[in-house]
Each structure stands twice: as structure tokens, then as C-alpha cells.
């Protein structure tokens, strides 16, 4: 180990680099032995060197070149719209479809998922993660037991199944008392009278009809007694993690706030691929991150991981640099554009140009669309630097 000096720090503070890359050279100096301010100045050199020549050239048309890099993959996509997740029973959407909906940043995704991590006991006791799976997945009334209908005396009969309510509910002593949760569920949702004899539910219209008892039995079938009614089903796996082997869970569909407060969720590494729940429960730096992740996963799983994620980050900040999530579309970045002649070589030309003679809106001709159409030298690397010849005298 390496003490940070003051001949040392003076070194490194003397450099251009961003503090991000100042501390990680400080960190570099300090895990080696004997270290200089010699070498501890050839460190910072060579740092600053390399992130010089990594940096953006002024007038670098940075926009064409990202689209370039992310759209001349995308021909190279799948058009599959599912793909194993790593869960045989989960299935998402992948490939083109995918990144689609992330740059239209579609406000429901096809496949909503989540990728719920555990904490404390929660993470390493099977009994202990079935109680959060249970407290996430939506269980209908229908999965704990048997319907009947009895038409001659208009009764809907339910017969709870005492094994099924054990198993989902191993802490409360008694199945009685859950059928009678499950009897003041279905009373305040259906607004009838519910009778209950142990484990058995029995109910029906206040007056006899057949249609109104065909109802009530329907109308059964969408009540959901526990869990977030958006979640569907939920996957518990055990797998290897930062933290060692630990359960992880799986949910088709996606309630992220109300997921994140329920009672063993890790909030810190729970993820979601609705980019607008991210947004909504997390803010925008977030979702952010979220569109950068799902982009750069979206592009690994078809073998593209060589796409530069600053091409992604770029993409990323546009769409959500005013604090919101736009699309990158005419109702989005593309129809908001300054310039008319861009607006128009996007999408419903005729539109923008009416829109546009109708207000008496004027075109600056900064961008690269405008001046390719109007013929004029695009505004970019040299196209941005005048030139002018002068005379000197001796």
C-alpha cells in the first residue's frame, strides 16, 4: 500500500482529469507498493492521455454517428418478440421488437417484468420467500377452491381447498379464518350476503335470476384476494448472486412502487423493465439508467455487445434531458424539433408545412436535415469553420 502524499496529490490535482478519474487514480496509487511521485506522476499522464484521445472532437457529428452505431445493428436483429429470460416459465420481449418499444418508450410494454431480489432471510429461507411471493402474486378466489352453481335454489358455492390456504398462509393457525377474510372479500366486492360453514362460502343474488346469478359467478372470477392484481405469476429461482446463492423472483407483469414497500424486497437491486414505473417511482435519473440497461441488454442477448454504450447513453439523455420520457418519434424528439424542414422530412410533411405557413414560423437552417434539403453545406466538422483570406503588409 501506498500512501497519498502531498507531492502525490499535487501531481494528480494538476491534471485535467474529471474528479470521477481523479479518485480512481488515487485508488490505482494507493493498492501499489512503493510508489513514487515519479510514478505516481506517469499514472496521471498516461490517465489524462488516454482520456484526451477518448474525448469528442469539437463539431463531431456525435447524433449520425450514434444512430449509425445503435440502427446499422438493428438490421442485423431478430424479429423474435420472445425470448427466455434465464426463466423457462417468463416470457419477455427481445430484438427488434424490444429496442421499438424502448425508443418509443411505449407506456405499457408487451411482456412487463420484474426481477425481484431479497433480503436478510428472505434471501436464503425457501419458506421465508414463498411469503413474499405469495404477498406479490395476484391469487384469485378461483385458485383457492372449487365453484359450483346451483340453479334450482340461485346459490354460488365455493369450496376452499384447507391444504391450498395452509400452504399460502403457514402463519395464520387457523384455514376458518381465512374463509372468513375470503367471505368479507367477496361481500364487499359482489354487495351480497356471504354465509360461511368451516371452509365453505355460499352466496347468491338477492333475487332469483338466472342471468344475475351467471353474473355474480363472473364477476367472481376477477377478485383478486392477495397480492398486486397486476402480477399474474411469480417465479422463484435460486441463484448465484454478488451477495452468494440466494432466491430471486421472477413476476410476469409489473407493479414496481407497490412491489418495493412489500415486507423482504431488496428496494437496491430490485429491478423493472417499464421504463416508465422506473420513472415514476425512482425519477428520471433512473429511468435514465433503466433505458441504458434495457438498450444494452436488449443489444447483448442478439450478440451486439460491441456497440459503444456512449451511443446509448447519448440516445438515453435525449430522451429524458427536459425531465420527462420522450419518444423518439414525430410525437416526441422528432415532431418537437425547432426546425420545420425537419419536422416535414420526418413524418405528415404536408401537415407540418400548412402548420408552419399558417403561424409564420421561420427556419434558422442549424441542423443537418434543413441544410441537406435547402442544398446547403451542413454545419458540422468543417462545413462549421469560415475561412477567410486576408492581406498583410510588411
Known sequence: MTEITDDIEAVVEDTELPRRLKDRVYDTIEDREGVDTENANYIAKAVEAQYKSSRVDPLDPVGTVSAQS???????????????????EIDVTQGLPRLIELVDARKNPDTPMM?????????????RAHEVVWNIEATKILALGDISTNVADMIVSIDL??????????????????????????QDNLGVAVTQSGTVLEFGPEEPSYRELLQLVEQLRE??????EDISRVVIRKEETENGEEFVLYTEGSAFKKTLKIEGVDASRTTCNN??????TLGIEAA???????????????????????????VAD???????IQSIGRHGISGNKDSVLAR?????????????????????????????????PVRLGTGDVDLRMGTTSD
Open 344 to 376: 416535414a422530412a420526418f413524418e405528415v410533411t404536408v401537415n407540418h408545412l400548412l402548420d408552419a405557413a399558417i403561424y409564420g414560423e421561420a427556419d434558422d437552417l442549424d441542423g443537418v436535415i434543413e441544410n441537406v434539403i435547402v442544398g446547403k
Open 161 to 186: 381447498n384447507e391444504d391450498t390456504l395452509a400452504e399460502r398462509w403457514p402463519t395464520v393457525e387457523s384455514t376458518t379464518e381465512i374463509a372468513g377474510e375470503i367471505a368479507d372479500t367477496i
Open 115 to 127: 426481477t425481484v431480489h431479497l433480503e436478510d432471510e428472505y434471501a436464503t429461507d425457501r419458506e
Open 70 to 88: 445503435i440502427g446499422e445493428p438493428g438490421t442485423q436483429m431478430t424479429m423474435n418478440t420472445f425470448h427466455y429470460a434465464g426463466v423457462a
Open 288 to 314: 435514465r439508467e433503466a433505458i441504458i440497461d434495457e438498450t444494452m441488454t436488449t443489444l447483448e442477448e442478439q450478440g451486439l455487445d460491441d456497440v459503444n454504450i456512449r451511443h446509448l447513453m447519448l
Open 223 to 228: 377478485i383478486v384476494f392477495k397480492g398486486i
Open 275 to 280: 421504463i416508465h414505473e422506473v420513472h415514476k
Open 318 to 324: 435525449i430522451m429524458t434531458n427536459d425531465g420527462t
